[in-house]
């Protein structure tokens, strides 16, 4: 597994070479938006100095980059080390922890900028897609399989041994979960492209088993985050808003964005911040949760900058 896993590594890594093309190389640009500028740089670059906050984004195999937040400005990128990153998620210290999907060892916690990591979670041999950070109690909980199902392993303050909960079989995995601010946890679990199902997971706060939530119509979505009082659930060029009441989901609102992604994040409840266009090559921000034509884009950095995976904003910790 191991083989396989460097072998597929390498000819990401050989096709991302061949790429033509300046470093700096600008996506679509509409004329009408703020479009902030960034220089095309190399791996491992950082500006130095203390930071507000961070805006970070993923891109395969391994690259982490940094914006400051709302600005637009660039701030640095980095190598995470995990194969394949494609999870970020933030504490309320500004914390950033890093999961990948082909690392099958560990988690990378960082610091509010910093590109190095500052902690090493085990990950007990499984592969990872996503994870969230419970605000009540520090708790770090990640999205995983093991080849044969689909586990939320839940670290105590985001460290030591986890415990595994099983998320229900469905006819889809688990994507991307996140905790409100009870403490309860939600996954979601909608099916692929050609399932009608779309489910959403709930672990109760305190609880040891996931109970299934059945939707009043049929959406399908990528990333959750809870805001203050739903459930923003992220669809291709619409956020959905969802209440959950008892062992249903309910859809009581929709916010379109044009040429938006269905992986998205949503900042103090007023800013959309999803990868811009098909080519995902570019951020854009929209107005929450009016929607409609992009307000920022932010530009493509460099030639890795593509195929964006994760999008999260990390709050300085004294804000």
């Given at each position: 597994?191991?083989?396989?896993?460097?072998?597929?590594?390498?000819?990401?890594?050989?096709?991302?070479l061949?790429?033509t093309?300046?470093a700096s190389?600008?996506?679509?640009?509409?004329?009408?938006?703020h479009?902030?500028?960034?220089?095309?740089?190399?791996?491992?670059?950082?500006?130095?100095?203390?930071?507000?906050?961070?805006l970070?984004?993923?891109?395969?195999?391994?690259?982490?980059y940094?914006f400051?937040y709302?600005?637009?400005?660039?701030?640095?990128d980095f190598?995470?080390k995990?194969?394949?990153?494609s999870?970020?998620?933030?504490?309320?210290?500004g914390?950033?922890?890093v999961?990948?999907?082909?690392?099958?060892?560990?988690?990378?916690?960082y610091?509010?900028?910093?590109?190095?990591p500052?902690?090493?979670?085990?990950?007990?041999?499984?592969?990872?897609?996503?994870?969230?950070?419970?605000?009540?109690?520090g708790?770090?909980?990640?999205?995983?399989t093991?080849?044969?199902?689909?586990?939320i392993?839940?670290?105590?303050?985001?460290?030591g041994?986890?415990?595994?909960?099983?998320?229900?079989?469905?006819?889809?995995?688990?994507?991307?979960?996140?905790?409100?601010?009870?403490?309860?946890?939600?996954a979601?679990?909608?099916?692929y492209?050609?399932?009608?199902?779309?489910?959403?997971?709930?672990?109760?706060?305190?609880?040891?088993?996931?109970?299934?939530?059945?939707?009043?119509?049929?959406?399908?979505?990528?990333?959750?985050?809870?805001?203050?009082?739903y459930?923003?659930?992220?669809?291709?060029?619409?956020?959905?808003?969802?209440?959950?009441?008892?062992?249903?989901?309910?859809?009581?609102?929709e916010t379109?964005?044009?040429?938006?992604?269905?992986i998205?994040w949503?900042?103090?409840?007023?800013?959309?911040?999803?990868?811009?266009?098909?080519?995902?090559?570019?951020?854009?921000?929209?107005?929450?949760?009016?929607?409609?034509k992009?307000?920022?884009i932010?530009?493509?950095?460099?030639?890795?900058?593509?195929?964006?995976k994760?999008?999260?904003?990390?709050?300085?910790?004294?804000?």
């Open positions: 597994m191991n083989l396989i896993r460097i072998a597929r590594a390498l000819a990401y890594l050989l096709g991302v061949t790429i093309g300046c190389a600008p996506g679509v640009t509409p004329s009408s938006p479009t902030a500028a960034a220089p095309g740089v190399g791996r491992g670059h950082r500006a130095s100095g203390s930071y507000g906050d961070l970070y984004v993923s891109a395969p195999p391994d690259w982490i940094m400051e709302p600005s637009g400005t660039f701030v640095g190598v995470a995990v194969v394949y990153v999870g970020l998620c933030t504490d309320t210290s914390d950033v922890y999961v990948g999907y082909e690392d099958y060892t560990t988690i990378l916690k610091a509010h900028g910093a590109t190095e500052t902690s090493t979670i085990n990950l007990y041999g499984y592969d990872a897609r996503s994870c969230a950070v419970d605000p009540t109690t708790n770090l909980a990640v999205y995983a093991p080849g044969d199902g689909e586990v392993a839940i670290y105590p303050q985001g460290s041994t986890p415990t595994f909960y099983t998320v229900p079989d469905t006819l889809a995995p688990a994507l991307y979960c996140t905790y409100d601010d009870s403490g309860n946890l939600f979601d679990i909608t099916g492209k050609n399932s009608p199902t779309f489910e959403i997971a709930e672990l109760p706060a305190g609880g040891s088993t996931f109970s299934i939530l059945k939707p009043n119509r049929h959406i399908r979505i990528e990333t959750l985050q809870w805001l203050p009082s459930l923003a659930a992220a669809g291709k060029g619409v956020i959905y808003h969802l209440v959950v009441s008892g062992s249903s989901v309910r859809v009581i609102g379109k964005a044009k040429q938006a992604r269905d998205a949503i900042q103090d409840s007023d800013v959309l911040i999803t990868p811009y266009g098909d080519a995902r090559t570019e951020l854009g921000y929209w107005d929450y949760p009016k929607g409609g992009v307000t920022k932010i530009q493509r950095v460099n030639k890795y900058f593509r195929d964006l994760s999008v999260v904003v990390s709050t300085a910790e004294s804000r």
